[in-house]
T-cell receptor, first 114, second 110 residues
Framework: NAGVMQNPRHLVRRRGQEARLRCSPM?????VYWYRQLPEEGLKFMVY????????ESGMPKERFSAEFPKEGPSILRIQQVVRGDSAAYFC????????????FGQGTRLTVV | SQQGEEDPQALSIQEGENATMNCSYK?????LQWYRQNSGRGLVHLILIRSNEREKHSGRLRVTLDTSKKSSSLLITASRAADTASYFCATGFTGNQFYFGTGTSLTVIP
């Protein structure tokens, strides 16, 4: 059973470009969470999605950031018009859902904005 | 804030010693998870403890939860150099999203 798969592992974008980060949850998992980790800091919650629904996006910046988890395919975190401050590691986790279920993380995507 | 706070921020011990790190939180939780992160790598799930549990074991790991004090501890026994990593607690709520503290950086000296 493959774990949570994120791609790409590393992404370099110039300021103003768009970044698309993908996350394929573990088989059987329908709940996806995105987190951002700035250098030398902990992980900050961004958004929680179930298939085709955004459940909680309270941690996501109001502008330039969006997330989706379509019926088919991976979850996508999209950052438009990237700025240097977006440089961070973005982690995705998935769970089978329900209170008290473990969440397993992918290896992360390291975004560098130059 | 809903996130947990780990203590200490950094811990350095000799191989073979036990390492204890703590996590405190402010609001009632549904569950609490501990993760390990090696430098520059992803997070590895260690253990989940539910709010109605007081203690759980997994190999050399022991996690306790005291909901009255809103705190949890992670004990690593007989530490190894490979245990060197950052350790995070994540507090889980009924909405199923969870929040991380800033982590404890553990260094095990061979």
């Amino acid at each position: 059973n493959a774990g949570v798969m994120q791609n790409p592992r590393h992404l370099v974008r110039r300021r103003g470009q768009e970044a698309r980060l993908r996350c394929s949850p573990m088989k059987g998992h329908s709940h996806v969470y995105w987190y951002r980790q700035l250098p030398e800091e902990g992980l900050k919650f961004m958004v929680y999605l179930q298939k085709e629904n955004i459940i909680d996006e309270s941690g996501m910046p109001k502008e330039r950031f969006s997330a989706e988890f379509p019926k088919e395919g991976p979850s996508i975190l999209r950052i438009q018009q990237v700025v240097r401050g977006d440089s961070a590691a973005y982690f995705c986790a998935s769970s089978s859902g329900g209170p008290g279920t473990e969440a397993f993380f992918g290896q992360g995507t390291r975004l560098t904005v130059v | 804030s809903q996130q947990g706070e780990e203590d200490p921020q950094a811990l350095s011990i000799q191989e073979g010693e036990n390492a204890t790190m703590n996590c405190s939180y402010k609001t009632s939780i549904n569950n609490l998870q501990w993760y390990r992160q090696n430098s520059g790598r992803g997070l590895v799930h260690l253990i989940l403890i539910r709010s109605n549990e007081r203690e759980k074991h997994s190999g050399r790991l022991r996690v306790t939860l005291d909901t009255s004090k809103k705190s949890s501890s992670l004990l690593i026994t007989a530490s190894r150099a490979a245990d060197t990593a950052s350790y995070f607690c994540a507090t889980g709520f009924t909405g199923n999203q969870f929040y991380f503290g800033t982590g404890t950086s553990l260094t095990v000296i061979p």
